[in-house]
């Protein structure tokens, strides 16, 4: 039987946080080289997390990333039992969605 949830813990708070085993992730490596083809000026590869703001200079630019990363995106169930970066919608800066690192507990 699948599992329907997962647990994560997130490297920049230590939080850990069930969620659904179909939320959507990437690899950090994935991450890391669409964060680099982004051209973000901030150079955002790396970081533990990446909010999907909206109302900075900058929201075109995140908005073009999040739209790849969700494009290359598996699920959490698929780390089991290591890092990525999960999607959490609506937990970032003012309700924004956030990529968050993390590590999937292993089954």
Do not use: K
């Amino acid at each position: 039987m699948t599992n329907l949830t997962c647990t994560v813990t997130f490297d920049a708070t230590l939080d850990t946080a069930i969620v659904p085993a179909n939320r959507l992730a990437v690899a950090p490596a994935v991450f890391n080289r669409l964060a680099r083809e982004s051209n973000h000026p901030a150079g955002i590869s790396g970081l533990d997390q990446l909010h999907i703001t909206t109302g900075t200079d900058d929201a075109d630019l995140l908005d073009a990333l999040d739209d790849a990363l969700r494009a290359r995106a598996q699920t959490v169930g698929e780390f089991d039992g290591a890092a990525c970066y999960v999607l959490c919608p609506g937990e970032g800066i003012d309700g924004c969605d956030v990529w968050a690192r993390g590590v999937v507990a292993a089954d």
